[in-house]
């Protein structure tokens, strides 16, 4: 069966709303300092005093600069569980405005570059098949997830990231909620996430296509 396709325009019009709503939120203090003024009452005359003693300054411990996370490309994705270790297929948007889908249909898990990448702050979206002219795929497992469940995505330097599964839930194809699946509004700001989608449920009365879809988020762990 092939992977339905997406459409992005909601979801990037309900994505851009809660983007913007993250970016004007927050707790941010930088524009919030008031400028000590000096007393009033104050004597003006400066009275003297002995000469001070020299004290040795003390130099401020340089920080640790971060390490920038690795920009290049993803190169595997593992689920030990369901022994899945597939290679990664990029993917992006289609002519018609569709999130595409894995073409080497059997063996390749999808990673949407146009959203975020692993390693860095944000929510990397990965799709793939349950089945494909009947032989199963990379994700015909997914809907069977429990919470802990690991997952590990491979970078192209071979830096290995490893998830663990905090949810899944289930929607009809019609309703999908793709701009929270894509940016969800409730990840916390120090945290990354992978969120991985497929087909489930029953069959359509076509029998070709599935009427719904299996969303399973994983946080980072190391």
């Not at 300054?57 to 340089?62: A, E, G, H, L, R």
């Not at 595997?76 to 249909?105: Q, V």
């Not at 990673?111 to 199963?136: E, K, L």
């Not at 992978?194 to 994983?218: F, N, P, W």
């Amino acid at each position: 069966m092939n992977l339905p396709r997406f459409s992005p325009l909601a979801a990037l019009l309900a994505g851009a709303v809660v983007f913007v709503a993250a970016a004007c939120g927050g707790d941010d203090k930088d524009g919030e300092a008031v400028a000590q003024t000096p007393d009033a009452t104050a004597t003006a005359t400066a009275t003297p005093s002995a000469t001070a003693t020299a004290t040795p300054t003390q130099v401020p411990p340089t920080a640790t600069p971060t390490a920038t996370p690795f920009a290049g490309k993803v190169a595997r994705f593992s689920m030990p569980r369901f022994g899945i270790d597939a290679p990664i297929e990029e993917l992006g948007l289609t002519a018609d405005n569709y999130m595409d889908t894995p073409k080497d249909t059997n063996r390749s898990v999808g990673w949407y570059h146009i959203y975020d990448r692993p390693g860095w702050d944000g929510n990397a979206i990965f799709s793939a098949h349950v089945y494909y002219h009947n032989v199963p795929a990379p994700f015909v497992n997914l809907a069977k997830s429990v919470e802990g469940d690991q997952v590990s995505v491979t970078m192209e330097n071979g830096q290995v990231y490893t998830y663990e599964v905090i949810s899944k839930a289930r929607y009809h194809r019609d309703t999908i909620p793709m701009g929270e699946i894509i940016w969800p509004p409730n990840r916390p700001a120090n945290e990354q996430w992978i969120t991985m989608i497929t087909c489930g449920g029953e069959l359509d009365s076509t029998g070709q296509e599935y009427v719904s879809r299996d969303v399973v988020v994983a946080k980072r762990i190391s």
